[in-house]
């Protein structure tokens, strides 16, 4: 088994981010992007992350992979899109894993 430890260096760096949360009573799931890596959208570093989503009220929140692979897509209406600006200069990146959230009305 291999066990990977954070580092600070880690946990300073300046990324996009995405990151999903709750509210306390668990009424509300939010989920953000942060763009990053130009001039107008720096990014995060996990402190930075942390105090967002207490700002927002969020308990339980994961931090998922950033960087390149930030990438918020909707589906409205028939249509779908990309809503965020993607840091890598290729656009979207193939990814391992993706979370779908479905809301049924």
Same mark, same amino acid.
């Given at each position: 088994?291999?066990?990977?430890?954070?580092?600070?260096?880690?946990?300073?760096?300046?990324?996009?981010?995405?990151?999903?949360?709750?509210?306390?009573?668990?009424?509300?799931?939010?989920?953000?992007?942060?763009?990053?890596? *130009?001039?107008?959208? $720096?990014?995060?570093?996990? #402190?930075?992350?942390? !105090? +967002?989503?207490?700002?927002?009220?969020?308990?339980?929140?994961?931090?998922f992979?950033?960087?390149?692979?930030?990438?918020?897509?909707?589906?409205?209406?028939?249509?779908?899109?990309?809503?965020?600006?993607?840091?890598? *200069?290729?656009?979207? $990146?193939s990814?391992?894993? #993706?979370?779908?959230? !479905? +809301?049924?009305?």
């Amino acid at each position: 088994t291999t066990l990977f430890r954070s580092k600070k260096e880690d946990a300073e760096t300046i990324n996009p981010t995405t990151n999903l949360g709750m509210t306390q009573d668990k009424s509300k799931i939010v989920i953000f992007c942060v763009d990053g890596r *130009t001039d107008s959208d $720096r990014g995060l570093d996990f #402190y930075e992350a942390y !105090r +967002v989503c207490k700002k927002l009220g969020l308990y339980d929140v994961i931090r998922f992979d950033g960087g390149g692979s930030t990438v918020m897509w909707t589906y409205e209406n028939g249509i779908g899109k990309v809503i965020n600006h993607v840091s890598d *200069t290729k656009g979207e $990146r193939s990814c391992m894993n #993706y979370l779908h959230v !479905r +809301v049924l009305e």
